[in-house]
């Protein structure tokens, strides 16, 4: 099994892929690509990828992008630890969080690129646009986690990553965020999957 990644590894969603496969304990390899050199439009990765894009995951013969997708797959073909929540709604509210981070915040994207958490590079004030996409973070992120529990629906889930990933955004470049979500996010970092994404050596 091999899962392709950017090779600066900032990408959140090759990190969400990463920590997918990690849970199900899966044993894999990494293989990077250098999206600055524009390697995902390479023609035998897009034969594969169909969409060219990390991060991309060829198990046997089949392969597949989009990270949702990934995790939605690892989490129907193999057992272990459950990537979703049992329970149909809190498993299709999950989904909706997933899609929402990856679709949504695009103000909030911009302005804090994932290479705070992953390089410590740390970038201006956020823009009024920013702002205001960090402020619908809070106040999403507070109205799904009124209940005070360490993770979004009782036991953790991969929407844990992908929520705690777009936090981390705002925290580790001292954004202003509320106490709660900032233990919310802080717990969440030190699963060890994440952590071992987060110490990978990175190219500069
Ligand atoms: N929704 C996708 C987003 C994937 C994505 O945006 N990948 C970026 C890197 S972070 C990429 O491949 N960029 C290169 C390109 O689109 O050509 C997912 O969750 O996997």
Redesign the pocket.
Known sequence: MKLFV?SKLV?P?AASAFVALKAKELVFELDVLD?CASE?TNAKYSEFSIT????CLMDKDFSL????AIAEYLEEYYPGTNLYPKDIFLRARARQIQAWL?SDLMALRRDRPTEVMFCNSVKKPLTPEGETAAQKLIHVASTLLIHGGANLFGAWSIADVDLSVMLNRLILHSDSVPENLIAYAKNQWQQPALQEWVNFGRPN
Do not use: A, H, M
Not at 52 to 55: D, E, K, S
């Open positions: 950017d990408s969603y999206l995902q060219g894009r990390v991060p992008s989009e990270s949702s990856r």
